[in-house]
């Protein structure tokens, strides 16, 4: 079974990161390789936000340690490409969630690194990422970087051909993140069972912080309303695909890979209500 699992995530995983790329177009790209302060601060706001919520709430409140390092690890993620489809059903920009979607990903092997040195130096326990810092920085370039950035080129060079597949790998993902979700969830059904709504209630209020926190990010920013949307759909939406294979390739634990699977279905209805109110209420970003 495990390595099944192990199998699975990672062909999941490398398709996904390529779809990112492929869904990037010319003017997605051009945003994401320029040099705008707007654009910068940002992605610094998205690369640092989560994570230091992350870190305040495992802190604040009481909880399991597999749920304090799932977390500490969800939060240190990139934004999930899932958050496209929000922007999208929200009538926000694309453009925005797109680019910061593929950029914290191509960024993920240096700010995740970053992260767990911050977790590490502040006294949570060492276990938590028991990885060695090269192995784990290879495996999310091998896994995050080059997919992303292989898909991106053949949408710069070969764009009909990505117009092609782009369908069928995004059918393909999302039945394959269907599965794995499901193989996880049964396999630490009893742990899923017995803690299922204190981890959802955490999670929850995870989310719900980086919304405030985002909405003020947006203010600061003055971002128009259509990307003010996106940005701020971005913020909660975490990579439980990145989580889970770090979790169950490197750390070898399930029980963080199913806090992630917990994660994501609390995620998706307080999403869609979110983009519910956003597409009657837009002004108010």
């Known amino acids: 079974m ?26 997605s790209i051009s945003a994401l390789l320029g040099n705008r302060a707007r654009v910068t601060f940002l992605l610094l706001c998205h690369l640092v936000i989560p994570p230091v919520i992350g870190i305040v709430i495992v802190l604040l409140i009481p909880m399991r340690t597999e749920l304090a390092a799932a977390i500490l690890l969800l939060a240190a993620c990139p934004i999930g490409d899932i958050a496209n489809v929000y922007t999208i059903l929200a009538r926000g920009n694309p453009a925005i969630s797109l680019t910061l ?14 992260v767990f040195a911050a977790t590490s130096a502040m006294g949570f326990e ?36 990505a117009c092609r597949i782009r369908p069928l790998l995004h059918r393909f993902v999302g039945v394959g993140i269907l599965i794995m979700l499901s193989v996880i969830l049964s396999s630490q059904w009893e742990t899923v069972k017995q803690n299922g709504l204190p981890f959802a209630l955490t999670c929850f209020a995870f ?11 947006n203010r600061l920013l003055r971002l128009p309303p259509s990307s003010a949307q996106a940005s701020l759909l971005c913020f909660p939406v975490r990579n439980v695909g990145v989580a889970s294979l770090i979790a169950i390739t490197l750390l ?9 699977a917990i994660y994501f279905l609390t995620e998706v209805p307080l999403l869609l209500s979110l983009v519910w109110f956003l597409r009657r209420k837009s002004t108010l970003i």
Not at 2 to 27: E, P
Not at 101 to 114: D, E, W
Not at 207 to 217: D, E, F, K, Q
């Open 252 to 260: 070898g634990r399930l029980d963080y890979a199913s806090v992630a």
């Open 126 to 161: 060492h276990t938590f990422f028991a990885v060695p810092a090269s192995t784990l920085f290879g495996r999310l370039v091998l896994f995050l970087f080059l997919p992303v950035a292989l898909g991106a080129l053949i949408v710069w060079k070969q764009q009909s051909f």
């Open 101 to 114: 979607n593929a950029a914290t990903c191509l960024l993920a092997p240096l700010s995740m690194l970053l």
């Open 207 to 217: 989310m719900v912080a980086c919304l405030a926190c985002g909405l003020v990010c």
């Open 2 to 27: 495990k390595l099944f699992i192990d199998i699975g995530i990672i062909v999941v995983m490398v398709l996904m990161m390529l779809t990112v790329g492929l869904d990037l177009n010319r003017k």
